[in-house]
Nanobody, 121 residues
Framework: QVQLVESGGGLVQPGGSLRLSCVAS????????MGWYRQAPGKQRELVAV???????NYPDSAKGRFTISRDNAKNTVYLQMNNLKPEDTAVYYC???????????????WGQGTLVTVSS
């Protein structure tokens, strides 16, 4: 199994920046892709960014230009740099990873416990 631990959330003023980190641990043949989701109160969980081991990234329109996902494959760590934060970015941010336990096993899904980001003056 793979465990994910996030860090870096907190309170930030509008226009500010935060950097989230997520470390993956445990035994796995591969961990790919890794990504970030968020869930605001009363809303469904939504994709924020995803990155593949080769470096390809995907962002929804709400994150393009403000959020940047990056990955250190050697450390099994994924980062989310968030700039120009807005009150509507307030949410619990969850790290996600797809992984395979062996070369021919199916893809499994791992989630972190979440880290709260609050954007407020």
């Amino acid at each position: 199994q793979v465990q994910l631990v996030e860090s870096g959330g907190g309170l930030v003023q509008p226009g500010g920046s935060l950097r989230l980190s997520c470390v993956a641990s445990g035994r796995a043949f591969s961990i790919d892709p890794m990504g970030w989701y968020r869930q605001a109160p009363g809303k469904q969980r939504e994709l924020v960014a995803v990155i593949f081991s080769g470096g390809r990234t995907n962002y929804p329109d709400s994150a393009k230009g403000r959020f940047t996902i990056s990955r250190d494959n050697a450390k099994n760590t994924v980062y989310l740099q968030m700039n120009n934060l807005k009150p509507e970015d307030t949410a619990v941010y969850y790290c996600n990873a797809n992984f395979r336990e062996t070369w021919n096993s199916g893809v499994l899904d791992a989630w972190g416990q979440g880290t709260l980001v609050t954007v407020s003056s």
